[in-house]
């Protein structure tokens, strides 16, 4: 809106003065950036990693930068608004953000401006865009695994349900994490399709075969068809989160059903995080194009990623 209106302003101005015009609304965006401002990231209709990792991006891209000198996380749903994919609450449950994290903390700042986004600073992390991210090197990872470890505190209940999960089942073994969206999400890949499950298989296959330490697969998938499938081949091996919600088999019209109406719900949320965080204690990860996916390889990033073909 900011350029259309500065477009309307040039076009009306005599072209003599243009010059004058643009030198002044440089100078003008430069003084903007001066004044202290902190953003307020607010959620947009999309799942849990999607947010999650906007938050990152705008700690990466946009803190110190633009006059933001802090940044607050604000997933507070208004009453009446319903969203589609941001299933994790309610405007009952008050700021969801603060349920799993503790709030972004900075050094005090007299912030004259309080900006609210929904928007990512810089979409190449998200979407299927993040496939060239996955391509480019680890240069991201460790770039947004400092803003993490320096940001993000993660709410001591979660914690130790993770470390319960690892311990008993996963620790002093090779880990194979493997993460398997349904069909509606091919939308999201860069070829437009999922892999099917033999081709996860064939990845896990050739790695059991290789190692011998004992190997155990974590696998997060919102699909408990594939779950039993998974058992069937791998048996004990398999190791997932119990009471999960998960659809009970793929959409018969993926297209149609990307977005599931799940009735708003933490546990939905605290699901998807103990999933991710799981992911990340593992060796390696076999995974497509994901949010989750991501968060995953810039939390743990030494984790080998396996983009399965």
Sequence with gaps: MVDLIKNIICKLTPPKVRPVLSVAQNVA???????PKTLIVVPHDA???SNFNKVMNHLVCSLH????RAIEVDWNIEKGRKFNAFFYGTHKDGNIWEHFFEQLSFPPCSSIIRKKTSSYRDYSITGSYAYNLYTSGAGWRQQYHSAFKKYI???PHILQEVEQIYSQYLAGKYCIGVHIRNEAHKCEQPDGQMPPLEHYMAEITHIIFSKKDEVKIFLATDVEEYVARFRNVFGEKVITQTDVIRLQEPPINPENQIIYQYDPNLKLAEDVLKDCL???KCNVLI???SNIATAVGYIN???SMIYCQ
């Design 287 to 289: 995974h497509r194009v």
């Design 65 to 68: 930068r633009y006059g933001i």
């Design 153 to 155: 505190r993660i709410k």
């Design 301 to 303: 990033p030494s984790i």
């Design 47 to 49: 799942g849990f990693f």
């Design 278 to 280: 799981l992911l990340a």
């Design 29 to 35: 965006e430069i003084l903007q950036s001066l004044v």
